[in-house]
């Protein structure tokens, strides 16, 4: 388990933009130093706001994005091309525009008739990642280089709900979610024990709305009531704030804003 450490940026805006840069570097540096990189994405405003930034960014061009793993941390499980699934928002965002490689691109399963419900396209999922897991990582799922989470006003993250089962898994990697309270109801989510295999999880908040959130996971509260707090990475977790997220929290947590 790693301390939190915590970013706060002047805007949502800035916060997307220095997140997509530090993103940049850590997919080049993996790639200098083990071949490939592998990121798990986020869905949501903060998620998509980085992908954007980061397509935005000149230096996006410094990635070999043939050479790069993308996962995904949770999906609406709802048909393929929907416009509410993660996938097609981040393809919107980012990957349509960069060269990656498609077998490297492991979307969760759709809702589109092969999988017969969010139950057997989480188990389809911990399989591929199961597959892709080395002898040398932390149990049947990759040492992902990096994991983006963003944080839900609920203090959610992926689709792991306050006090909802997921957020209890100990033993499974995915899960499949029902009941979720914000829509749609059924998604699939990696789960805690999958998400703290990371060597870096990277938590993504912006907004006054997410000040609550944001103040609670980080001041102790437990996981099942507060899933933020049972976010983090083997080596480092990285809270990305904006000011207004981080309005509630003890100010000698973390440095002053950048200008
Ligand atoms: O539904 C979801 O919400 C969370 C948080 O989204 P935000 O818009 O409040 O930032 C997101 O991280 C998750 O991937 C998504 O499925």
């Given at each position: 388990m790693s301390t939190p450490q915590i970013v706060v940026h002047r805007?949502?805006?800035?916060?997307?933009?220095?997140?997509?840069?530090?993103?940049?570097?850590?997919?080049?540096?993996?790639?200098?130093?083990?071949?490939?990189?592998?990121?798990?994405?986020?869905g949501g405003r903060n998620g998509n706001g980085l992908l954007a930034a980061l397509a935005a960014a000149p230096a996006r061009d410094a990635v070999d994005w043939s050479?790069?793993?993308?996962?995904?941390?949770?999906?609406?499980?709802?048909?393929?091309?929907?416009?509410?699934r993660n996938a097609t928002q981040a393809r919107e965002a980012l990957l349509d525009a960069v060269d990656l490689d498609p077998a490297r691109v492991h979307y969760m399963p759709a809702a589109d008739g092969k999988h017969d419900d969010a139950d057997a396209a989480a188990e389809v999922y911990a399989a591929e990642l199961a597959a892709a897991a080395r002898p040398e990582d932390h149990g049947p799922v990759p040492s992902f280089d990096v994991l983006l989470l963003g944080v839900g006003p609920d203090t959610h993250v992926a689709s792991?709900?306050?006090e909802l089962p997921g957020?209890?898994?100990?033993?499974?990697?995915?899960?499949?979610?029902?009941?979720a309270p914000k829509p749609p109801?059924?998604?699939?989510?990696?789960?805690?024990?999958?998400?703290?295999?990371?060597?870096?999880?990277?938590?993504?908040?912006?907004?006054?709305?997410?000040?609550?959130?944001?103040?609670?996971?980080?001041?102790?509260?437990?996981?099942i009531q507060t899933p933020a707090a049972g976010a983090y990475g083997r080596q480092r977790t990285l809270w990305l704030l904006d000011a207004p997220a981080a309005a509630q929290l003890p100010r000698g947590l973390y440095p002053p804003a950048s200008p």
């Open positions: 805007d949502k805006e800035l916060m997307a933009q220095a997140a997509a840069a530090r993103l940049i570097t850590k997919i080049v540096d993996a790639q200098a130093a083990r071949g490939s990189a592998s990121v798990v994405l986020t050479r790069l793993d993308l996962w995904w941390g949770d999906e609406r499980f709802l048909p393929e091309g929907d416009p509410e792991l709900f306050p957020v209890r898994e100990t033993e499974r990697t995915v899960v499949g979610v029902h009941g109801p059924t998604r699939v989510s990696l789960t805690l024990p999958a998400i703290r295999a990371a060597r870096e999880v990277w938590l993504l908040a912006a907004g006054e709305d997410k000040a609550n959130a944001v103040a609670m996971a980080l001041s102790g509260a437990g996981e």
